[in-house]
């Protein structure tokens, strides 16, 4: 069965602390890996598409790498706007997304 | 174009009455998705359309839950004689072949 799973679920840093947040998975046919933001109240927010290993993208402070069994989310030098959370989902067949349970985000100032 | 949009934002209705949301997709994209999220956890799939033709209903969408999308264009959401166990927040996506764009949710709080 298709699974994703992001750690950690909550993850508390200062301003300009940078850190790595993760997405493993298990998935017959891989079609794509997305990331997406999400402030509370609205809809994800597209960052990222993924589609194979070794595959790197960036995005303002935001990196996003992945592998055979994995995806990172590197943020660096993060600020407080950085603060949402970071949703994880990996591309089925027809294109429906499955997504993990999603990475809290909060950056102090 | 706007994005996607959704109507209603919040819908607050008492358990056992019919609710139904509309989603409009980006203008050009044939593909459009139904999830449906709960606090705390990521966004399910329910079903999703190709122009006019519902392809793939999620094991979730009960026989209570309908959608549709005539003429390929706009798509409602469906739910008959809701429960409690409905409340969440449904949101719909939709995409040319790529990355998925989301609305921003219908809210459904069911009392």
């Known amino acids: 069965e298709d699974q994703v799973t992001q750690s950690p679920e909550a993850l508390r840093l200062q301003e300009g602390e940078s850190s790595s947040l993760n997405c493993s998975y298990t998935?017959?046919?891989?079609?794509?890996l997305f990331w997406y933001r999400q402030d509370p109240g609205k809809g994800p927010e597209f960052l990222f598409t993924?589609?194979?290993a070794g595959e790197e993208k960036e995005k303002e402070r935001l990196k996003a790498t992945l592998t055979k069994k994995e995806s990172f989310l590197h943020i660096t030098a993060p600020k407080p706007e950085d603060s949402a959370t970071y949703l994880c989902?990996?591309?089925?067949?027809?294109?429906?997304?499955?997504f993990g349970q999603g990475t809290e985000l909060s950056v102090k100032p | 174009d706007t994005g996607v949009s959704q109507d209603p934002r919040h819908k607050i209705t008492k358990r056992g009455q019919n609710v139904t949301f509309r989603c409009d997709p980006i203008?050009?994209?044939?593909?459009l998705y139904w999830y449906r999220q709960t606090l705390g956890q990521g966004p399910e799939f329910l079903t999703y359309?190709?122009?006019?033709?519902?392809?793939?209903k999620s094991r979730l969408l009960s026989d209570r839950f309908s959608a549709e999308r005539p003429k390929g264009s706009f798509s409602t959401l469906e739910i008959q004689r809701t429960e409690q166990g409905d409340s969440a927040m449904y949101l719909c996506?939709?995409?040319?072949?790529?990355?998925?764009?989301f609305g921003p949710g219908t809210r459904l709080t069911v009392t």
């Open positions: 996506a939709s995409t040319g072949g790529g990355e998925q764009y």
């Open positions: 998935v017959s046919g891989l079609r794509g």
């Open positions: 993924l589609y194979s």
């Open positions: 989902a990996v591309q089925r067949e027809g294109g429906k997304l499955i």
């Open positions: 203008s050009e994209h044939n593909r």
């Open positions: 359309f190709q122009n006019e033709a519902q392809l793939e």
